[in-house]
């Protein structure tokens, strides 16, 4: 078996998907790369979590063909694998259908930075991404949707390390990490911050977005070189 450390990491992200409620039926998946071997475990596709297995996650290649596996890879795979080649520096990536992120996307709103526990995770407003034009949806709909998010970060000049995140406009929430299960964290910290958001909004219309110096400072006491929260 390929990535066995690997696909233990994987097994386990996935399975947080449904233990943290951020997915009902099969709406999510998560995948986790070896850089050194250029290939990517994932979820495969309509398996329920309860039934997914080490043995049944299947390996990818980053040109998209299937190194190991008797299943059929998530139907995202194309996505996961755009988003790799673009983003070098991640690890990990996770989907979800999770609620109140979605309300975002299908609302077309970006997130707002409107407080401190937004500024932990995320360096600013978490950007909302284009929908797919009809060809680009007849073509290629998963992998145009990867090559969406990475041009919208290009446009934004948002660094994907500090943004591990993209709402993509009618469709759903997309996360990434250092490696699996930090994906996964993300996609926690995204949902609870659009509940937060919303919640917020519910109660005063005209909330605005936190200072620009409280985010920095929220940001970088947890990322980068001088950071201080934690343990070393």
């Known amino acids: 078996m390929l990535l066995p450390e690997l696909r233990r990491q994987v097994l386990a992200a996935n399975l947080l998907l449904e233990s943290e409620g951020l997915v009902k039926l ?118 145009n949707t990867g090559h969406a998010i990475a041009a919208r970060f290009r446009e934004l000049g948002l660094n994907p390390e500090e943004m591990p995140a993209a709402l993509q406009r009618y469709h759903a929430p997309f996360t990434w990490g250092k490696h699996a299960l930090d994906a996964v964290k993300n996609s926690i910290a995204l949902e609870v911050c659009c509940q937060m958001a919303l919640g917020a909004y519910s109660l005063n219309p005209t909330a605005t977005p936190l200072p620009a110096h409280i985010l920095r400072k929220h940001y970088l006491r947890k990322h980068g070189p001088g950071a201080y929260y934690g343990q070393k």
């Open 26 to 143: 099969t709406w999510g998946n998560v995948s986790g790369i070896d850089r050194a071997s250029g290939c990517f475990v994932i979820k495969p596709s309509g398996v329920a979590y309860a039934d997914l297995r080490l043995e049944n996650l299947v390996v990818v290649d980053l040109e998209g063909n299937v190194i190991e596996g008797e299943l059929n890879p998530s139907s995202d795979t194309p996505t996961h694998r755009i988003l790799y080649r673009e983003f070098p520096g991640i690890g990990g990536i996770c989907h979800t259908h999770s609620v109140h992120a979605t309300m975002f996307c299908q609302s077309g709103r970006g997130l707002p930075c409107l407080g401190t526990t937004h500024a932990d995770h995320f360096h600013g407003t978490v950007p909302l991404v284009r929908e797919l034009a009809e060809v680009e949806v007849e073509e290629d709909y998963e992998g």
